[in-house]
């Protein structure tokens, strides 16, 4: 697991949580907030979750569910954005955070299939070789 991702969704999950404050007791805004509050934090928790998970299939799927709640996250900024609960600013501060994320994510779930795929293909030439 990239160290630098976990800690990326770390201060991107704490910049939500400074966001929800801020939209909570100035904007008043309680309901679209609460969603990208919990999508934002929960990614960097999935993430934890899938470093320390007991199998390479459970991580995948933690990597995965990651990724899910990265894309919603990004959805309910942008839908803050343009319902002008936040500014253009504000967005433009943070929606590179969460796009590197998501990048980020995909890449590491691409390279870890990759890798299933290349283990499976060299056990099945073993299983091959084994039987002739």
Avoid: H
């Avoid at 979750?49 to 990004?74: C, H, M, P, Q, W």
């Avoid at 942008?78 to 600013?89: M, V």
């Amino acid at each position: 697991m990239d160290e630098q991702l976990k800690e990326k969704s770390y201060a991107f999950a704490l910049r939500v949580v400074k966001l929800y404050r801020y939209l909570k007791d100035n904007r008043k805004e309680y309901i679209i907030s609460k969603a990208a509050l919990n999508c934002g934090t929960e990614m960097g928790l999935l993430i934890l979750e899938a470093e320390n998970s007991s199998t390479k299939k459970e991580s995948d799927i933690l990597l995965k569910e990651a990724l899910k709640k990265g894309v919603e996250a990004e959805y309910w900024l942008r839908l803050l954005k343009d319902a002008d609960y936040i500014t253009d600013k504000m967005y433009q501060s943070i929606e590179p955070d969460i796009t590197e994320l998501i990048t980020s994510l995909r890449a590491d779930i691409k390279e870890e299939k990759k890798k299933t795929s290349l283990i499976n293909k060299g056990n099945k030439k073993i299983n091959k070789t084994k039987t002739m």
